[in-house]
């Protein structure tokens, strides 16, 4: 078990620049979510595969984040056209499929907009 | 929808001293809660659960939790706290695991 991995650990971008960010979840593993964390909060939920389908989406995520899973193995999350609001901790987390499993995280990416 | 508070922003405790900490949650069925701790710059970690069965849970690092359906709450309490326990904690409650709600957090800093 290597635990949740996300990369990049930090990135740093221009306003209006596309990112994305990676994210490997546990093997056995076929639940993944990703949060957004700003200063001072706990993580707010943003969306959430199971295997390779999204089956949910939170208001938080804009038109300008789209997340894919598209082997239901790894999981990548974009944000194009990046915002001073967009500066966060993006972390991302696995489970088991059997409902009420605890997520394992990862230890996040930090963007930051300049 | 399910809801947490966190009522104390920053705790300060003498290392060796008792710790508690206060999570409250709204939710109309069973709640599903948790606990998880963070250290500067990297993810969450479970220390503890509750689903169901015994009200008083046992979890990493010597904390335990106690649910209380009449008052809606699931502190975290350490008898003693050592330097390394410093770090922000987060309560949280799940209806379904796909959508779990945390709290503000609670940041601890442990006085030598």
């Known amino acids: 078990d290597t635990g949740v991995s996300q990369n990049p650990r930090h990135k740093i971008t221009k306003r209006g620049q596309n990112v994305t960010f990676r994210c490997d979840p546990i093997?056995?593993?076929?639940?993944l979510y990703w949060y957004r964390q700003t200063l001072g909060q706990g993580p707010e939920f943003l969306t959430y595969?199971?295997?390779?389908?999204?089956?949910?989406k939170s208001r938080l995520l804009s038109d300008r984040f789209s997340a894919e899973r598209p082997k239901g193995s790894f999981s990548t999350l974009e944000i194009q056209r990046t915002e001073q609001g967009d500066s966060a901790m993006y972390l991302c987390?696995?489970?088991?499929?059997?409902?009420?499993?605890?997520?394992?995280f990862g230890d996040g990416t930090r963007l930051s907009i300049l | 929808a399910q809801s947490v508070t966190q009522p104390d922003i920053h705790i300060t405790v003498s290392e060796g001293a008792s710790l508690e900490l206060r999570c409250n949650y709204s939710?109309?069925?069973?709640?599903?809660l948790f606990w998880y701790v963070q250290s500067p710059g990297q993810g969450l970690q479970l220390l503890l659960k509750?689903?169901?069965?015994?009200?008083l849970v046992q979890g990493i690092k010597g904390f335990e939790a106690e649910f209380k359906r009449s008052q809606s709450s699931f502190n975290l309490r350490k008898p003693s706290v050592h330097w390394s326990d410093a770090a922000e904690y987060f309560c949280a409650v799940g209806a379904r695991n796909n959508d779990m709600r945390f709290g503000a957090g609670t940041r601890l800093t442990v006085k030598p």
């Open positions: 987390a696995s489970s088991l499929e059997v409902n009420n499993q605890p997520q394992h």
């Open positions: 093997s056995e593993h076929n639940r």
């Open positions: 595969f199971q295997n390779e389908a999204q089956l949910e």
């Open positions: 939710y109309g069925a069973t709640p599903y």
């Open positions: 509750y689903f169901s069965g015994d009200t």
